[in-house]
């Protein structure tokens, strides 16, 4: 497993070329790449738009995991109790038009990837996202 | 990864916006504050060429439909070309492909622009 530690969301870019990074030695396909990709924004801008974002000593782990056809995607931070798959989506009926033009990023994650969990251990948020290679 | 945004204005009511990188949470502020000094209440086509975008997330979206309201508020239309695969999906999951005109080239674009440039000025 092969993790990175961020204290603010501007540090994007360095978790940007590390997820790269790996996902190229895994041979993974360039779709799944922007994917996990879409997927990592969403999740740090979240946890430091909550939670983590008020902390002076916020932090939030990435990790990286592969079993077999599996990739995981653990994300892991020390701030308030926040699960993030209760967030309420929008509703994305109808036209661009009329309606809202936020609350998508849960969508994107929840559609990117094939199973979603949360858990709160030992003060911290944990949430585990798993993408099949099939 | 930067977001590189080049805004051309092919024709007075038309936009063509060329996007390269990322388009995420760290750089959609860029695009919202390029295409609003950019966006003219006359603006009746806003086309992007995504053909070097990488990757857009939630953030990126949240500009592109805030864009998409605004040209189709005054009845303009709203083009995207070349979108990578993954990219594409996005934009279906959020089910946003209906409002947009979508092309495969920039070429099938630049054809659609010039037709509507040669109405708007026969209509004047």
């Known amino acids: 497993m092969s993790f990175v530690i961020l204290h603010k969301a501007e540090q994007l870019d360095q978790t940007m070329e590390w997820l790269q990074s790996l996902l190229e030695g895994e041979r993974v396909s360039v779709t799944i790449i922007h994917d996990l990709k879409v997927v990592v924004d969403e999740?740090?801008?979240n946890t430091f738009m909550h939670g983590c974002g008020e902390q002076q000593d916020g932090w939030l782990k990435v990790s990286l995991e592969r079993r077999d056809n599996c990739l995981s995607?653990?994300?892991e931070d020390n701030g308030e109790p926040f699960d993030p798959l209760q967030q309420e989506s929008e509703e994305i009926t109808g036209s661009l038009a009329d309606r809202p033009i936020g609350g998508l990023g849960l969508l994107l994650v929840k559609s990117l990837t094939d199973v979603q969990q949360y858990h709160r251990a030992e003060d911290r948020n944990i949430l585990v996202l798993c993408k099949n290679l099939n | 990864m930067p977001l590189d945004i080049d805004i051309q204005t092919?024709?007075?009511?038309?936009?063509r916006v060329v996007l390269g990188g990322a388009l995420d949470s760290q750089t959609s502020l860029a695009l919202d504050q390029a295409l609003d000094a950019?966006?003219?209440?006359?603006?009746q086509l806003l086309a992007f060429d995504m053909g070097n975008l990488e990757y857009i997330s939630s953030a990126g979206l949240r500009v592109v439909f805030k864009n998409v309201k605004r040209i189709k508020k005054n009845g303009g239309r709203?083009?995207?070309s070349r979108?990578?695969?993954g990219v594409r999906k996005v934009f279906e999951i959020v089910q946003a492909i209906p409002d947009l005109d979508i092309f495969a080239s920039v070429e099938e674009m630049d054809d659609y622009l010039a037709v509507l440039h040669t109405r708007a000025m026969q209509n004047d």
């Open chain 2, 38 to 43: 950019a966006v003219k209440a006359d603006c």
């Open chain 2, 10 to 15: 092919p024709s007075p009511e038309t936009l």
């Open chain 1, 43 to 45: 999740l740090i801008a």
């Open chain 1, 73 to 75: 995607l653990i994300f």
């Open chain 2, 83 to 85: 979108m990578n695969a």
């Open chain 2, 78 to 80: 709203v083009g995207v």
